[in-house]
């Protein structure tokens, strides 16, 4: 017995068959294939029913059921009447369409340059094969005040972790990180760059591509190096470097193999590397040196956290018993008491941007400075997108007639939709092509700011061009489609009556989106000030030593220098220019560092203990720096009783609460060692690190460190740089001369702070600047909209000054609520920024005063021009308009 119940077939199928299928024809053909559906679910399961009803549908679509050819004609006619149209507009309109497209342009270069800088970021390190399986170990340590995080581990964790862990399937080790140094060829000394000690495992891990030689086993032997080929050329030029003799230290290196330059999209980048054995073959290293930088490359599929507890496990074993000793911490607190101790694996792919520790390769990139700039750009695209809308359905109420006129013609509103949808596109797809020229243009100068050496690509791992054309797409559906709703669905009655023209859309949707856009703007702004004004702080701030009459020179080879230190020395004290210099390789920007635990005694034996910086200077040291000494005394080089004494800075008085500190006496503790030491100077708080750190602690003692000559000068810093580089060619036996000032090292603390203000200057400007373009536009619309208006209120007696004002209040108003929304959050926003400084600036409520005074003068300034122009215009031309 058949059944009653209808089926229903794929609902898309008939879609289909309706757009393509004859008007004609399409009933009868749409009932039979609905019959046999049921036909179909009587005899067989509904999936088996519906391939067949797909088949059918397939089976029809011949020519002679298809819609006519002249049917798809006239798409592409009413798609070129859309065309032709919208060019007449764009003609017809040319400010409001100049303004609209400029603002897109604005916004759509700057998100493609910060699309660029992004993708660049993100694809750091990505480029090596298999990078998503390669970890490096970071050691992480709090225990009493003294704390430790470092990208480095003990010497012996790679060995270890390779024999005892099988879900481990490489471990190479570096060590000293990547350092500049100068190298011996016969006679000739060279400088080289980008160098570093490791083991042939990282040869493998990291897939170097070699040009000649063999990578395995090639870093094995102590006294064998690779090297880059760019460096090949440059120890070598013209002669391949496999095989030849390179002198460092006085040890003579053979060159085992030379291969490809490393990309410069990594965290590091070596020319040389010698190798490790060479350092383990001259210390004694065990678990107790976190001198290596360990990478290790895990087997697909292992779970980072399971390697982790295996090296914490190391850890336990091995390391705890030593810690106790190192720290004075019992080992039963080491991992309590809000003491912690561990290893933890850090992907390769995170670290330019997740990782900012100590001991780094080079500087970072810094993921807030990506999430920065790209909110930046996505708020400029908000702003040219909001210009769109704005002035869209502004100039709605101009385009009234056209759609009553289309409308009674027979336009469907799906129709008008689609035009206004494919005008917006239009717009988009244009702006999108302008912004990739202006892009391509602009890029040397973003690589300017940003720091960056990035090229023009449509390609890459993330095509650009694919990225311009899905944006250009959803930028102009997204920004069209309110604009479209709005105009198609104008009364043709009310539109061909003019009485659609009156109200010219929705003005408090317009209102809402102006207060939006200058509530952005203004944010920029205030937080742009933030910015600027903690920068300049910290740059300007004194540091307690004198850093712009300092040159830092370098020693790199202590027997070339030793033989010609006498003459060195004669020199610099018969120039006129310098005024004192200090051989110590611990200079307060950075350089050397040493930290050990410092006990003080007191009368009652209860001893205080302090973890102290302890830098070895000599008398010369002090009056170099420019620091002050404010108790007591400089070391004096005739006393003999100076090897044991000490000068703290005041935070270590504090720490230790010495009220008088000049003749107290303090026990170092160095290497199961106690030196007793008398304080006979303090010296004034001085800035030895980043603002971002409070002063801690810190002890001179009498010593000497051979690797840099500090030279205080007087006068210009070229001279004096010129004076020192014809003493050090003259007597240093040909060592190159390695020369900077100390305040260029400080601004690089801060590079990354600089490149962060460039960007944040330069891209909130453009914000400004295309929430300006939109305000010229609407009140230009305004103006026109209020012409009658004002035509009756001056013919009634008002003065061109009350209309001014009148015409610009509107808009005061707006950018006043804009101001009062935009403060808070900023205020929010800056404070947590600030709070990564331990010396910062208060904001001041003149920075909001100023940000918000900026945007109103922007803001009248824009108004203004059009304003003046309705109230100074006779009236009789006012009222003339309609």
Not at 126 to 142: L, S
Not at 380 to 402: H, Y
Not at 504 to 525: E, M
Request: with cysteine; net charge neutral; glycine share 6%.
């Amino acid at each position: 017995m058949a059944s009653s119940k209808l089926y229903h077939p794929p609902k898309f199928a008939d879609w289909i068959l309706r757009r393509v299928c004859k008007g004609n024809l399409l009933e009868e053909i749409e009932g039979d294939l609905f019959e046999h559906y049921q036909v179909l679910r009587q005899d067989y399961p509904k999936w088996r029913s519906n391939v067949l009803y797909w088949f059918h549908i397939i089976h029809f679509l011949r020519p002679f059921a298809l819609k006519r050819v002249a049917q798809i004609s006239n798409n592409t006619m009413m798609f070129k009447n859309y065309l032709t149209i919208a060019l007449r507009n764009f003609k017809k309109y040319s400010l409001y369409s100049f303004l609209n497209l400029s603002g897109l342009v604005v916004g759509i270069t700057s998100c493609l340059l910060i699309f660029l800088y992004v993708r660049q970021e993100y694809n750091v390190d990505r480029n090596f094969p298999n990078a998503e399986n390669i970890y490096r170990v970071v050691t992480d340590m709090k225990l009493g005040d003294r704390e430790i995080h470092t990208p480095t581990a003990p010497v012996v964790l790679a060995e270890h972790m390779i024999k005892t862990v099988p879900e481990v399937e490489n471990a190479a080790r570096l060590m000293l990180g990547q350092f500049n140094t100068v190298v011996d060829l016969e006679e000739k000394q060279m400088r080289v760059f980008n160098v570093t000690y490791a083991t042939s495992e990282l040869l493998d891990l990291f897939s170097f591509s070699f040009v000649s030689g063999n990578p395995e086993g090639a870093l094995d032997e102590p006294k064998t190096m690779v090297m880059s080929e760019t460096m090949s050329e440059h120890l070598f030029p013209g002669e391949d470097a496999f095989g030849k003799i390179v002198t460092y230290n006085s040890a003579d290196f053979i060159v085992k193999g030379v291969y490809k330059d490393m990309s410069d999209n990594a965290h590091f980048k070596f020319d040389l590397i010698m190798s490790h054995a060479y350092q383990t073959s001259r210390y004694d290293y065990g678990w107790n040196n976190l001198n290596s930088y360990t990478y290790l490359k895990l087997k697909p599929g292992t779970d980072p956290l399971q390697i982790e507890s295996k090296l914490n496990a190391a850890l336990e074993t091995h390391m705890k018993p030593l810690m106790e000793g190192w720290f004075q911490v019992p080992a039963d607190e080491i991992n309590s008491e809000g003491n912690h101790a561990r290893f933890y694996l850090q992907p390769l792919v995170d670290i330019h941007l997740k990782s900012n520790l100590p001991r780094e390769f080079q500087a970072n990139g810094s993921i807030e400075n990506v999430r920065t700039i790209s909110l930046i750009g996505i708020i400029i695209l908000l702003i040219a997108s909001i210009n769109f809308i704005n002035l869209s359905t502004a100039r709605a109420a101009l385009r009234a007639k056209e759609v009553g006129v289309r409308k009674v013609m027979g336009s469907e509103r799906r129709q008008l939709v689609t035009q206004f949808l494919f005008e917006s596109s239009l717009y988009s797809f244009v702006a999108f092509v302008l912004s990739g020229l202006l892009a391509f243009v602009t890029l040397p100068y973003f690589n300017h700011l940003a720091g960056t050496d990035m090229t023009f690509s449509l390609g890459g791992t993330t095509p650009l061009w694919l990225v311009m054309l899905i944006g250009a797409l959803v930028i102009g559906i997204v920004a069209g489609f309110y604009p479209a709703i709005v105009l198609s669905s104008f009364n043709p009655v009310k539109s061909l009556k003019g009485q659609e023209v009156r109200s010219g859309g929705k003005a408090w949707l317009r209102s809402g989106l102006v207060i939006l856009q200058f509530s952005v703007s203004t944010f920029l702004a205030i937080c742009t000030i933030v910015i600027n004004n903690q920068l300049d702080y910290v740059l300007d701030k004194s540091l307690g030593f004198e850093q712009d009459d300092l040159i830092i020179l370098e020693v790199m080879d202590l027997n070339r220098y030793d033989r010609g230190e006498t003459a060195i020395i004669n020199e610099l004290e018969s120039s006129p220019n310098i005024i004192s210099y200090s051989r110590t390789d611990y200079i307060p920007i950075n350089g050397s560092r040493g930290e050990y635990y410092v006990d003080k005694i007191d009368e009652q034996g209860e001893i205080q203990t302090v973890n102290a910086q302890s830098w070895p200077i000599n008398e010369a040291y002090i009056p170099t720096m420019g620091m002050e000494v404010i108790r007591g005394r400089n070391y004096e080089n005739e006393l003999a009783s100076d090897s044991n004494a000490v000068i703290i800075n005041q935070s270590m008085a504090q720490a230790l609460q010495m009220e008088d500190p000049i003749g107290q006496s303090l026990q170092w503790k160095v290497n199961g060692k106690v030196y007793n030491m008398s304080v006979v100077g303090v010296v004034k708080d001085f800035h030895y690190g980043s603002m971002k750190e409070t002063i801690k602690p810190l002890m001179f003692y009498k010593g000497y460190d051979p690797w840099t000559l500090s030279v205080k000068f007087s006068g210009s810093p070229s001279e004096a740089l010129s004076t020192l580089e014809g003493i050090w060619s003259d007597h240093s036996g040909g060592q190159p001369f390695i020369a900077r000032l100390a305040s260029e090292d400080y601004r690089m603390l801060y590079q990354k702070e600089g490149q962060l203000k460039g960007l944040v200057n330069a891209f909130s400007t453009l914000a400004v600047l295309v929430a300006i373009l939109g305000l010229v536009g609407l009140a230009s619309f305004m103006a026109e909209q209020r012409q009658k208006e004002m035509g009756i209120r001056k013919v009634l007696g008002a003065k061109s000054i009350q209309l001014f004002r009148k015409m610009i209040a509107g808009f005061t108003v707006l950018v006043g609520i804009a101001c009062l929304i935009a403060i808070p959050v900023a205020n929010w926003v800056s404070s947590q920024w600030l709070s990564d400084y331990a010396y910062r600036i208060e904001i001041s409520p003149m920075i909001y005063v100023m940000a918000c005074l900026i945007m109103l003068v922007l803001s009248w300034i824009t108004v203004s021009f059009q304003s003046l122009k309705v109230a100074n215009t006779n009236p009789i031309d006012n009222l003339r308009t309609e």
